[in-house]
């Protein structure tokens, strides 16, 4: 069974700039979950999907990160404008719903200049 | 967003030794998970506990969930090199949905 996918796994950016990340998750699984991992610390819930529809993102820093899982599949979070203190992992995640197991990609390490 | 706490924060201890790790909240679970994570990879799961009480084995790994679903422990017996890492517990809370990280114990086994 194929696991969750990011892409890029590493992005050097400068700060004020915009990115975007990409996650492709286990095939039929319905939620999915993007966390935020500054090193050093435990990763940070960012949004909750289930589906297409949002369940969480009470933590999602709304004047900048936007993500969308369009068609209940694939998502791509955005960052516009980056600052110095999004450096971090964001890392994508999957499980076949709420309270399962959920199965992590490697990770997109971002770094603000 | 509930918080998961996670004691210690870092730890470091020779090869042979054994260790436990604890992750505690005020609020009751309806399942807890631990993982454990290396640099520059996502978090993998090692086990899932969902009813009070439980304890799992994995080989020299015991993990405990508390009778009343707020706590548990991981145990590790004849720590190895190999096991260094991130340990981190994440949780639903009993009427919640959103999926949360404690922030992690570090260890450190040194052979």
């Known amino acids: 069974e194929a696991g969750v996918a990011q892409s890029p796994r590493y992005k050097i950016i400068e700060k004020r700039q915009s990115v975007a990340f990409w996650c492709n998750p286990i095939?039929?699984?319905?939620?999915l979950y993007w966390y935020q991992q500054i090193l050093g610390q435990g990763p940070k819930l960012l949004i909750q999907f289930q589906n297409n529809g949002v369940v969480d993102d009470s933590q999602l820093p709304k004047d900048r990160f936007s993500a969308e899982r369009l068609k209940g599949v694939d998502s791509t979070l955005k960052i516009q404008p980056a600052k110095l203190e999004d450096s971090a992992v964001y890392l994508c995640a999957s499980s076949l719903g709420v309270n399962t197991e959920a199965f992590f990609g490697q990770g997109t390490r971002l770094t603000v200049v | 967003t509930q918080l998961l706490e996670q004691s210690p924060q870092f730890l470091s201890i020779q090869e042979g030794e054994n260790l436990t790790v604890y992750c505690n909240s005020s609020s009751v679970f309806s399942s807890l998970q631990w993982y454990r994570q290396e640099p520059g990879e996502g978090p993998v799961l090692l086990v899932t506990v969902v009813t009070g009480g439980e304890v799992k084995k994995l080989k020299r790994l015991t993990f405990q969930f508390g009778d009343a679903r707020k706590d548990s422990s991981l145990h590790i017996t004849a720590a190895q090199p190999g096991d260094t890492g991130l340990y981190l517990c994440a949780a639903t809370h009993l009427y919640g949905q959103n999926f949360v990280f404690g922030p992690g114990t570090r260890l450190s086994v040194l052979p």
């Open positions: 095939s039929g699984h319905a939620t």
